[in-house]
């Protein structure tokens, strides 16, 4: 007869955002550019671009388009990532809420497509 082990395994609910999850700095913007990477690199696929073809369209070589696909966001803004998704066709909305009460920090949302 085989006695199995039972591992007790501990689980934690996720905050939703993985970087502030490792407590890594600046996770909100690591969250964001990583979410502009994932469209980025579905509208690339998409349109059946080469990394060639796509480099000439957002106007860098393609090495960066290499990072980009390959989910390496150091050394693009945000800014830069939005003006990516503009340059391949879609509408990027920007859009500024209302104050928080005095003392509390604003957030940064971003909505999918």
């Known amino acids: 007869m085989v006695q199995s082990k039972r591992k007790h395994v501990r689980v934690e609910w996720g905050s939703g955002n993985v970087f502030a999850d490792l407590r890594l700095p600046d996770a909100d913007e690591l969250q964001h550019k990583a979410r502009l990477g994932v469209l980025i690199h579905q509208s690339i696929r998409e349109q059946g671009l080469s990394q060639v073809q796509a480099a000439r369209v957002l ?12 989910g390496k966001m150091e050394g693009f803004s945000l800014e830069r990532l939005l003006t990516f998704l503009s340059a391949l066709g879609h509408e990027v909305k920007l859009t500024i809420g209302r104050r928080t009460p005095p003392g509390k920090a604003g957030r940064v949302l971003m909505a999918p497509p």
């Not at 106007?59 to 390959?70: D, T």
């Open 59 to 70: 106007g860098v070589n393609q090495p960066k388009i290499s990072a980009l696909m390959n």
